[in-house]
């Protein structure tokens, strides 16, 4: 079982930036869709940014679309989500996640696609 381990989140001013990591335990990362999610408090999870195999095609949600930017590091099994122009309503708990299947084509970035998942890294953002 893959392991996600996330970093990154923190407390910001509104406006302000901050960047998250994720990395994964297993080398074959570079064979799978690679996404973020996140979860507000009283709120389902939601897709926010990913990155697909092949081609590292990139997919954002409206909310992060022009402000967010999710990058793949395989050399070191690690996703990135910069995070720029931050705004209250982006503070939520973010989640890693991984494809439950390699090298899935067409790539599938719905939350039910994705099957391991890290224990999240907390983002406020105060006004």
């Known amino acids: 079982q893959v392991q996600l381990v996330e970093s990154g989140g923190g407390l910001v001013q509104a406006g302000g930036s901050l960047r998250l990591s994720c990395v994964a335990s297993e080398r074959t990362f570079s064979s799978y869709t690679m996404g973020w999610f996140r979860q507000a408090p009283g709120k389902e999870r939601v897709f926010v940014a990913a990155i697909t195999w092949p081609g590292d095609m990139k997919y954002y949600a409206d909310s992060a679309k022009g402000r967010f930017t999710i990058s793949r590091d395989s050399a070191q099994n690690t996703i990135y989500l910069q995070m720029n122009n931050l705004k209250p309503e982006d503070t939520a708990v973010y989640y890693c996640?991984?494809?439950?299947?390699?090298?899935?084509?067409?790539?599938?970035?719905?939350?039910?696609?994705?099957?391991?998942w890290g224990q999240g890294t907390q983002v406020t953002v105060s006004s």
């Open positions: 996640a991984r494809d439950s299947r390699p090298r899935r084509v067409p790539g599938d970035i719905r939350l039910e696609a994705f099957g391991s």
